[in-house]
């Protein structure tokens, strides 16, 4: 159900709105824009969606990682690039969070591409602060 989904720190909502994508802001599911989550701190908007899932009743929610979250700055191993994002050391603590529920059952990770990553060191990187969030 739409009402079970959390779509955290996406910044593509201008670019999906010009291609005529339909607006995730008018379903059910809780969408929160990086812009929202930098404005209350990551932390906050973390607790509040992770709430929000809860009081759903779910026995258990799966976690979607897309790679394309992280700053570009940081993370240019990805296919669909865009300006932003969250850092190394966020993602860790959003992945904490996400395990204190204790209600998640799993992870997928996607959109990164390590043929974009000659030396290893985003990859390096990023596998670290999963592993440290995930720890």
Same mark, same amino acid.
């Given at each position: 159900?739409?009402?079970? !989904?959390?779509?955290?720190? @996406?910044?593509?909502?201008?670019?999906?709105?010009? @291609?005529?994508?339909?607006?995730?802001?008018?379903?059910?599911?809780?969408?929160?824009?990086?812009?929202?989550?930098?404005?209350?701190?990551?932390?906050?908007?973390?607790?509040?969606?992770?709430?929000?899932?809860?009081?759903?009743?779910?026995?258990?929610?799966?976690?979607?990682?897309?790679?394309?979250?992280?700053?570009?700055?940081?993370?240019?191993? !990805?296919? @669909?690039?865009?300006?932003?994002?969250?850092?190394?050391?966020?993602?860790? %603590?959003?992945?904490?969070?996400?395990?204190?529920?204790?209600?998640? !059952?799993?992870?997928?990770?996607?959109?990164?591409?390590?043929?974009?990553?000659?030396?290893?060191?985003?990859?390096? %990187?990023? !596998?670290?602060?999963?592993?440290?969030?995930?720890?």
């Amino acid at each position: 159900m739409e009402r079970d !989904v959390a779509v955290f720190g @996406y910044r593509d909502s201008e670019q999906s709105a010009q @291609y005529g994508c339909h607006d995730i802001k008018s379903t059910m599911m809780n969408a929160i824009e990086l812009i929202d989550v930098q404005r209350v701190g990551l932390q906050n908007a973390a607790s509040l969606a992770i709430h929000e899932l809860l009081k759903n009743e779910l026995i258990g929610f799966w976690i979607h990682l897309d790679a394309d979250v992280l700053d570009d700055s940081i993370m240019s191993a !990805v296919d @669909y690039r865009l300006p932003g994002g969250i850092t190394f050391s966020e993602l860790s %603590n959003l992945l904490e969070l996400i395990i204190l529920s204790k209600k998640a !059952v799993g992870m997928s990770i996607t959109i990164f591409n390590p043929t974009l990553d000659k030396d290893g060191s985003m990859t390096r %990187n990023f !596998v670290s602060s999963i592993v440290e969030g995930l720890s």
